[in-house]
């Protein structure tokens, strides 16, 4: 069927130019129909969408555009069967292909050809069925949700309403609920860009990468500076990997029954989240041991509050939902603040514990503000040795002199360090690693060595008066 509108498609400026008239001229455009008709008729269709799938990662912003036309072509042309089939144990086909890309584009500016065929695949939409539990209703119920809110508004008068239950979906609450300073709006950025990220992985790619976070998680051994972003880009992985609650099934006499492969892949996909739902409570444990404040962490709390908000609001409780005791866990812990608790006040419930360094038992380790105090005593006691030497010297300096080790004794990290550096055949204590890991940025190598063998340091500035 043939619907046609009271405007026509915008004429492009560059490249090729797109088709002057309705909607009628597009769909009997030659270029569409080619990159349609090599679709349809290939006989490895999986094998096609697998190669677009893999070069997602590494488009730049034309090349996204330009595949995100050539599957927004196959979707416009092609039978709805075919558009929204998936196909292989990815269950990739070219709706969710063009969902993801999307995503990916962001906010960029649509370019004429991509207008228009985005134009022609929401004329699908309509006549789409982007309500159900089969398969081919997620992925145009996905599609839906992807599409750019500009092309609904030249459609019809009024945006049509979109689901808010995806994982896009609660990426963007988390922006408009978070504040608008410039850090808060990187800390967004990155978000979403993970959530977004994680969204395009296949099945497959889901477990490595869940294991790559938990490794991450593993080597962080201490308070510096390096350790806070490592340890943030782990909260926001979680956080981004999180699925949102799900009610517990129940029985219905007019569904029909799960086949292995269904059941196999949804016991896979439920043991995935109870890993990604630990990994994210140890990181937030952790978190709060090393550091004072939730600020830097706060557009990934928002975000699983907003998750746990969504499923009450449907009038469920989350304890009451699948994993409800982890969930429960995860409530009070996102809702609480680091100055006035911490997780060892959460109630721990059955089938979660901490793992990793940092969360067997409660540490007094620096806080931001404590890391400025050792940076002022660690540069008073260089210039006290007169702007040169070995870390060593360094250390023995800042415990020596009385007035130094006054000003860092109360806020000092005792514990000994997770660090691989070693002085003197002996481990060293966490301030002390800090002190040896900030040698290279306040100092640079003279060149020469202490009797101890260890690298001597100088000043590179000078004190000011």
């Known amino acids: 069927m043939v619907v046609n509108v009271p405007w026509a498609l915008p004429i492009a400026s560059h490249h090729a130019p797109v088709p002057l008239g309705g909607v009628e001229t597009w769909q ?13 008729d290939s006989p490895e269709r999986l094998t096609v969408l697998e190669r677009y799938w893999k070069r997602i990662g590494n488009l730049n912003k034309r090349d996204l555009q330009r595949f995100a036309c050539h599957a927004g072509s196959w979707i416009a042309l092609l039978p ?14 070219p709706a969710r292909l063009l969902a993801c890309l999307l995503r990916l584009r962001g906010s960029a500016p649509l370019t004429p050809w991509l207008r228009g065929v985005l134009h022609l695949v929401a004329l699908r939409l309509k ?9 081919k209703a997620k992925h145009w119920a996905e599609l839906r949700r992807s ?42 950025r990155l978000l979403d860009r993970e959530v977004k990220c994680w969204c395009c992985y296949s099945p497959t790619e889901h477990e490595p990468h869940v294991e790559r976070i938990k490794i991450m998680l593993g080597s962080i051994g201490g308070g510096t500076d390096d350790d806070a972003k490592l340890l943030r880009e782990v909260v926001r992985a979680a956080a981004a990997s999180l699925a949102p609650p799900r009610a517990k099934a129940m029985f219905n006499n007019g569904g029909q029954l799960m086949t292995d492969v269904d059941i196999q892949r949804l016991r896979a996909a439920a043991k995935l989240q109870r890993r990604v739902r630990h990994i994210f409570l140890n990181a937030i444990a952790m978190w709060r041991k090393l550091w004072s404040d939730d600020v830097q962490i706060e557009p990934m709390l928002s975000r699983v509050k907003l998750m746990i908000q969504h499923f009450e609001s449907l009038g469920g409780d989350v304890r009451g939902a699948c994993a409800g005791a982890d969930w429960g866990i995860i409530q009070e812990a996102v809702s609480l603040h680091a100055n006035s608790a911490s997780l060892e006040s959460v109630p721990i419930g059955s089938g979660w514990s901490p793992e990793g360094p940092g969360c067997a038992q409660k540490k007094n380790v620096l806080t931001p503000r404590a890391s400025a105090k050792l940076k002022t005593a660690m540069l008073e006691a260089m210039h006290r040795l007169g702007g040169q030497g070995s ?13 130094i080790w006054a000003s860092i004794e109360g806020s000092a990290n005792r514990l000994e360090s997770h660090s691989t550096v070693r002085m003197k055949n002996r481990k060293l204590e966490c301030w002390e690693a800090n002190v040896v890991n900030n ?19 100088n000043l590179k500035h000078a004190r000011v008066a």
Request: proline letters at 6%; a positive charge.
């Open 28 to 40: 009997r455009h030659p270029r569409l129909l080619r990159h349609m008709r090599l679709y349809r």
């Open 80 to 93: 709805l069967e075919v558009a929204a089939q998936p196909l292989g144990g990815d269950e990739l086909s």
């Open 127 to 135: 006549e789409a069925k982007v309500v159900g539990a089969d398969r």
């Open 147 to 188: 599409m750019p809110p500009t092309i609904w508004k030249n459609l019809v008068s009024r945006c049509p309403s979109l689901p808010r239950d995806g994982c896009a979906g609660f990426a963007a609450s988390a922006k408009c609920a978070s504040a608008r300073s410039k850090a808060a709006s990187k800390r967004l």
């Open 391 to 403: 870390s060593l010297q360094l250390i023995d300096m800042m415990r020596a002199d009385p007035e």
């Open 439 to 457: 040698s290279k940025r306040y100092c640079y190598d003279s060149g020469q060595k202490s009797e101890e063998g260890l690298r001597i340091w």
